[in-house]
T-cell receptor, first 117, second 113 residues
Framework: AQKITQTQPGMFVQEKEAVTLDCTYD???????LFWYKQPSSGEMIFLIY??????QNATEGRYSLNFQKARKSANLVISASQLGDSAMYFC??????????????FGTGTLLAVQP | NAGVTQTPKFQVLKTGQSMTLQCAQD?????MSWYRQDPGMGLRLIHY???????DQGEVPNGYNVSRSTTEDFPLRLLSAAPSQTSVYFC????????????FGDGTRLSIL
């Protein structure tokens, strides 16, 4: 069964520093996608970045990058130059492409990031 | 562009009452789904739909019904509310294509007494 593990319940980071949020996953499917979402205190879910299992390069979106290590089954989110507005809950999620019309997105339990001035 | 709209934003129910959470999207997305979010457990999939007239169960479907009569709407029904269903509920949709991310509504905070 697919599973996403986020082992850091909470983290602190100083403003302007980089931070890495860990995510490991488990799947037997060779084709899958990994997503990161941000949930601020207001509650909405904001899509940040996507990595496909066959992508040759690590995904980047502005200050967000994904450190994808396929052999280790890890997909860590790196936020560069942290800002106060980055304080939020961050979720790692996986969708496996099993050849069917799947819409199943499996989420980790999240990491609460607090950016300190 | 409204995206995914959920109503209501907040609701309090008594045990045994029934209720429908509404979800509508205006992006012509085929795929829609319902999640619940509980503390320390992330988001869990309740039901999903891959198109009008097609629905399937997710990870935690018991106590919930769904239907998909149109592409735009995907209501979630609680048949007989229980305190264990106190949660925040998110509706999401996405377009075709494996790399398409889910677009989430703002959530419905539901308390059952």
């Amino acid at each position: 069964a697919q599973k996403i593990t986020q082992t850091q319940p909470g983290m602190f980071v100083q403003e302007k520093e980089a931070v890495t949020l860990d995510c490991t996953y488990d799947t037997s499917d060779p084709s899958y996608g990994l997503f990161w979402y941000k949930q601020p205190s207001s509650g909405e879910m904001i899509f940040l970045i996507y990595q496909g299992s066959y992508d040759q390069q690590n995904a980047t979106e502005g200050r967000y990058s994904l450190n994808f290590q396929k052999a280790r089954k890890s997909a860590n989110l790196v936020i560069s130059a942290s800002q106060l507005g980055d304080s939020a809950m961050y979720f790692c999620a996986m969708r496996d492409y099993d050849g069917g019309a799947t819409n199943k997105l499996i989420f980790g339990t999240g990491t609460l990031l607090a950016v300190q001035p | 562009n409204a995206g995914v709209t959920q109503t209501p934003k907040f609701q309090v129910l008594k045990t045994g009452q029934s209720m429908t959470l509404q979800c509508a999207q205006d992006m012509n997305h085929e795929y829609m789904s319902w999640y619940r979010q509980d503390p320390g457990m992330g988001l869990r999939l309740i039901h999903y739909s891959v198109g009008a007239g097609i629905t399937d169960q997710g990870e935690v479907p018991n106590g919930y019904n769904v239907s998909r009569s149109t592409t735009e709407d995907f209501p979630l029904r609680l048949l007989s509310a229980a305190p264990s269903q106190t949660s925040v509920y998110f509706c999401a949709s996405r377009g075709q294509g494996d790399i398409q991310p889910q677009h989430f509504g703002d959530g419905t905070r539901l308390s059952i007494l």
